[in-house]
């Protein structure tokens, strides 16, 4: 197959061209490197030299039609999928930066769904569960109904809004422009190369403090719940999505979201307490001030998931906090 993966150079991006490029299929990432790096798509490189299978890297905005018409030249002229995961992710740029969040996120995904239906390609959309907003009801379903809170309060919704109006323009393309799109959300995704800087996410800013023999930092009470998922199963979840053509259980795929996530459910504090055991550090965590708007808990029910992609995450918690920091520690001494 060739594919194009928009935000190749990032988190979950680096891993999908990885693995894509291991099953032999040729890949073309768009990345503008706002926090994509060259160094996520190292083994990429290797990878693509070893076996033979070409891998491309176009370093463009995702919102402008010259980037898809650079990777298509690239890709020889045709896409049989496109996993679209670009756009701003990172809780503090949400509160700090709705504007540009919210602008490119939009962007973006309108760029790639109009490559998507001119090319006849699959299309994979990575929305997020805070596209259901303060929706308090647990589990999260396929289906759940998405509640905002008033924007005057807080505007960390603009990207949990930007994913809930991704998801209207798939369904829009679906119904439109017949176009063959899948959802996916994934739950709090970690592993090597997850950002743990001041813009980061949980698990890596943890273990990062803990590297630097600094206190673990807790937003908030800490009492918030989360369900993290080994970014291996996150991305088995997401390549199901996009390369199967039915469900297993003979479902209709188009149109459909999935929840993808562990349903092993932790607290903030717990997770600390993990990350504290497996590096050993002694020194206790300190709380900080938390984010506005930051859900209580969060929790996926990924029944669909499970029935129609034969999917659910598996890696336990606690070896994936083993295997992260292992990398962490790794390239540290590198
Ligand atoms: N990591 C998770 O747990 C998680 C959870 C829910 C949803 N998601 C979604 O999955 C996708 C990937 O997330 P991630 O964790 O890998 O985040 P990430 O920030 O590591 O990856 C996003 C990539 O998009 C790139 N990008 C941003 N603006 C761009 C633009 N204008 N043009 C081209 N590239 C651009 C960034 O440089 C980055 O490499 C995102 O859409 C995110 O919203 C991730």
Redesign the pocket.
């Known amino acids: 197959m060739r594919v194009l993966v928009?935000?190749g150079?990032?988190?979950?991006?680096s891993h999908l061209c990885e693995s894509l490029l291991v099953d032999f299929h040729e890949v073309c990432a768009?990345?503008?490197?706002?926090?994509?790096r060259k160094r996520n798509l190292e083994s990429c490189k290797s990878s693509a030299a070893e076996i033979g299978v070409p891998f491309h890297l176009v370093m463009?905005?995702?919102?402008l039609a010259e980037s898809y018409e650079t990777a298509l030249k690239r890709l020889n002229g045709s896409v049989d999928v496109v996993y679209h995961?670009?756009?701003?992710?990172?809780t503090r740029w949400f509160n700090e930066r709705p504007d540009l969040v919210a602008r490119?996120n939009l962007s973006?995904l309108q760029m790639a769904l109009d490559f998507a239906v001119t090319n006849g390609a699959r299309f994979v959309f990575?929305?997020?569960?805070?596209a259901f907003g303060d929706q308090q009801n647990m589990p999260i379903t396929s289906n759940s109904d998405s509640q905002f809170a008033s924007s005057s309060v807080h505007q960390r919704h603009s990207y949990g809004a930007s994913?809930y109006l991704g998801e209207l323009l798939i369904q829009h393309a679906v119904k439109t422009h017949s176009l063959d799109a899948r959802i996916v959300?994934?739950?709090?995704?970690?592993g090597p190369r997850?950002?743990g800087d001041s813009h980061g996410?949980a698990v890596s800013m943890m273990l990062e403090r803990c590297l630097a023999e600094e206190p673990i930092q807790i937003h908030g009470t800490g009492e918030q719940t989360r369900c993290f998922?080994w970014v291996e199963d996150m991305i088995r979840g997401i390549r199901s999505a996009g390369e199967l053509d039915q469900g297993i259980d003979g479902s209709n795929l188009i149109g459909r979201a999935f929840n993808l996530g562990s349903t092993e459910e932790i607290s903030i504090r717990e997770l600390a307490e993990i990350c504290r055991e497996v590096t050993g550090t002694e020194i206790s965590p300190i709380e900080v001030e938390g984010y506005a708007g930051d859900s209580e808990r969060r929790v996926p029910d990924c029944t669909d998931a499970k029935e129609a992609l034969g999917w659910e995450a598996t890696l336990p918690l606690l070896d994936g906090i083993q295997r992260t920091w292992a990398w962490m520690k790794a390239k540290n001494e590198a």
């Open positions: 928009t935000g150079a990032g988190f979950l991006g768009i990345d503008d490197m706002f926090r994509g463009k905005d995702g919102a995961l670009a756009a701003i992710n990172g490119v973006t990575t929305s997020s569960p805070e994913k959300r994934p739950f709090n995704s970690y997850l950002p996410q998922t």
